[in-house]
């Protein structure tokens, strides 16, 4: 599979991904469901695309994930890179200028800018948005 073959990987870790997306699952679906129902603000659509936002900036924050680089050996989370070249690195500064800065992987600024971008979301764009979604 994704993640490698069974015997590889072991199977708890097999149950353990299958429980996990087993729960997300029933999670959206229990979501969807109420909004369905009339709970809420928005759509079964908002919510998936929602849904989709928050993995991304999790997965891209936290992923334990190496990727093999022209510098060598790097995680893909942003956080735990930014942690990893803090605590691998000897120069600091240029650990730092990694970590905030990295063109090819995601870096420390791509999930505070986005939730920066939400933060400043004002009402009035919070309900014209709802108002063209009720349209649809």
């Given at each position: ?72 050996t790097e995680f893909e989370g942003a956080v ?7 605590i691998s690195r000897n120069d600091k500064v ?43």
């Amino acid at each position: 599979g994704m993640y490698g073959n069974v015997a590889d990987i072991g199977f708890f870790t097999c149950a353990l991904i299958v429980g996990q997306l087993m729960v997300a699952t029933t999670i959206c679906l229990l979501l969807d469901e109420l909004l369905q129902k009339g709970w809420g603000l928005g759509s079964g659509s908002t919510l998936f695309i929602a849904t989709n936002i928050c993995d991304t900036i999790i997965w891209k924050s936290f992923s334990p994930t190496t990727i093999n680089t022209g510098r060598g050996t790097e995680f893909e989370g942003a956080v735990i890179a930014f942690f990893h070249l803090l605590i691998s690195r000897n120069d600091k500064v240029r650990a730092l200028r990694e970590a905030f800065y990295r063109p090819q992987l995601p870096n420390v600024v791509n999930p505070v800018s986005y939730t920066h971008l939400r933060a400043h979301e004002t009402p009035e764009h919070l309900v014209c948005r709802l108002l063209l979604e009720k349209k649809k």
